[in-house]
Structures are given as C-alpha cells and as structure tokens.
C-alpha cells in the first residue's frame, strides 16, 4: 500500500514513521525501527526507486517544455 502525501497516494512502502526516532527510549521498539529503517534505506535498495524517478523527471521536463507558465500545477502531478 502507498502513503498519502500532499493528498496524493504515492507508491513509496509505509515505514509508518511520524514520530522521531531519536526521541524514543532505547529498548525492543526503538532496535526494531532502528532496524526497519536501515533495511529500507540502504542505497541498494533505493537503487530500486530509480526508474520512478527517472519518469517522474521526464515527465515533469516534458510538461515545463510544454506549457512552462504552469510550473506550480506541473509540480503537484
């Protein structure tokens, strides 16, 4: 399932993470999201985000090129 960004459903995983770590006491839950975390992040597997981005990307270019006076609209697709 995605997460609800800015009103839009994203296809990111949910790390279900609106707290701040940092602030939590050390303990089973905080090693369990220390531990979520590092797996979700490791920069082999955001390597997999890649082509997302990279259409994302392209397709924000292409609409800038298209009509550069709605930049705002063009940033919120």
Same mark, same amino acid.
């Given at each position: 399932?995605?997460?609800?960004?800015?009103?839009?459903?994203?296809?990111?995983?949910? /790390?279900?993470?609106? $707290?701040? *770590?940092? &602030? %939590?006491?050390?303990?089973?839950?905080?090693?369990? /999201?220390?531990?979520? $975390?590092? *797996?979700? &992040? %490791?920069?082999?597997?955001?390597?997999?985000?890649?082509?997302?981005?990279?259409?994302?990307?392209?397709? %924000?270019?292409?609409?800038?090129?298209?009509?550069?006076?709605?930049?705002?609209?063009?940033?919120?697709?």
């Amino acid at each position: 399932m995605g997460v609800f960004i800015a009103g839009i459903l994203t296809h990111r995983p949910s /790390l279900h993470m609106d $707290f701040n *770590i940092g &602030f %939590l006491p050390y303990g089973p839950t905080w090693r369990h /999201l220390r531990r979520e $975390f590092h *797996i979700n &992040f %490791l920069s082999t597997e955001l390597e997999t985000f890649r082509p997302f981005e990279q259409r994302a990307v392209h397709r %924000l270019l292409r609409n800038l090129l298209a009509s550069p006076n709605n930049f705002s609209k063009h940033l919120r697709q």
